[in-house]
C-alpha cells in the first residue's frame, strides 16, 4: 500500500502542534489589503489583520490559493511516491476546491483525491484530523476519501459573532441592520449547512448569555454527538472559549475538546471574539 500525505488550506484552522505532530500540509489562501498580498497564516496573524482593518477603516479581500499553487504544494510528494489527500474549503465558499481539482488533474489518474469539506474553520479541521486517524489504521487512499465524504454530513459547525460590524463592511448587512443590531446588542448565531452561512439564531443580550446559547446547542444533542474530539474555535476570543471548554468538560463526556484560533480568512468574515462550536453526530 502506498504512502499518504493529507493536505489542507489555511482555513482549516488546526492548532500548529496539531499540523506538525500529524504531518499535514497546509496551502494557504490570501488576504488582500489594496496593493498589498498576505498568505493567511504564513505573513499576517489575525491581530495584525484586525489593526491593519481599523487603519484602512475597510476590510480585506480574500482570494483562493490557485492551481498553480496546489500544483506546487503536490508535485514534490507525488515525485516521492505519496498518495495525497486534500480537505478543502466548502466550494460554495471559494473555488479553492476547484483550483485544487485543477491541479490534481495534471498528475496520474488516481493520485490524488480532493475533498470538498462542505464547511469552513476546523469544520474542515475535523475531517482532516478523521483523515489521519484513516491513515494510522493503514486504509487505502480511496477508501479514506470515500469515508471522509460520508463523513461531511455528520459535521456541525455553529459560531457567535461578537459584532456585526465585520459582516456590515464585507457588505454581508446593511448599515441600518448593523446600527439597530448594536442598539438591541443582537449577536447573530451562523450555522454552516449545505456548505453556506447562514443565521440559525439572533440572540439579544450580554455576551455570556450568547456563549451560554452556543453551549446549549451542544448540550440539547449530546446523546448523538461523537465523543471521540470536539473542536472550540475563535478569533480573539479565548476567554469564551475557555468557559466553554470548562462547561462541556462538567456536562458532556468527550474525549478530546480542542481549543484553535481562527485565522485571518475566517477572521476578516466574522471579526474578534467570535466563538465556534465543531462536532460530529454519530
Not at 268 to 273: D, E, F, I, N, V
Request: hydrophobic letters at 40%.
Amino acid at each position: 500500500m502506498g504512502k499518504i500525505k493529507i493536505f489542507a488550506d489555511s482555513t482549516c484552522d488546526l492548532t500548529p502542534e496539531l499540523i506538525k505532530e500529524n504531518d499535514i500540509s497546509i496551502v494557504p489562501l490570501y488576504v488582500v489589503f489594496d496593493e498589498e498580498t498576505y498568505r493567511d497564516g504564513v505573513d499576517i496573524t489575525p491581530e495584525e489583520l484586525y489593526k491593519k482593518v481599523d487603519e484602512y477603516g475597510k476590510l480585506p479581500k480574500t482570494a483562493a490559493a490557485s492551481p498553480a499553487d496546489f500544483q506546487k504544494a503536490f508535485e514534490p510528494y507525488i515525485n516521492e511516491g505519496y498518495d495525497i489527500l486534500y480537505i478543502g474549503i466548502s466550494s460554495k465558499l471559494s473555488s479553492t476546491i476547484q483550483n485544487a481539482m485543477i491541479a490534481a488533474n495534471q498528475f496520474p489518474e488516481g493520485r490524488i483525491e480532493v475533498v470538498d469539506s462542505l464547511n469552513l474553520s476546523t469544520g474542515i479541521g475535523f475531517l482532516v484530523m478523521k483523515a489521519v486517524d484513516y491513515v494510522k489504521e493503514g486504509l487505502s487512499l480511496k477508501e479514506i476519501a470515500a469515508k471522509i465524504r460520508e463523513k461531511v454530513k455528520k459535521i456541525e459547525t455553529r459560531f457567535v459573532v461578537d459584532t456585526l460590524e465585520y459582516l456590515y463592511k464585507g457588505g454581508r448587512c446593511s448599515g441600518l441592520q448593523n446600527f439597530v443590531a448594536s442598539m438591541l446588542k443582537i449577536r447573530p448565531m451562523i450555522k454552516v449547512e449545505d456548505g453556506k452561512m447562514g443565521v440559525a439564531e439572533k440572540i439579544r443580550g450580554r455576551r455570556e448569555r450568547v456563549l451560554k446559547r452556543l453551549l446549549d446547542v451542544v448540550l440539547k444533542n449530546k446523546d448523538v454527538v461523537d465523543g471521540e474530539r470536539l473542536f472550540i474555535t475563535h478569533s480573539l476570543g479565548e476567554e469564551g472559549a475557555k468557559y466553554i471548554k470548562e462547561e462541556l468538560e462538567k456536562t458532556i463526556n468527550i474525549k478530546d475538546i480542542i481549543i484553535t484560533d481562527a485565522g485571518c480568512v475566517i477572521s476578516c468574515h466574522c471579526g474578534p471574539k467570535t466563538v465556534g462550536i465543531i462536532y460530529s453526530t454519530k
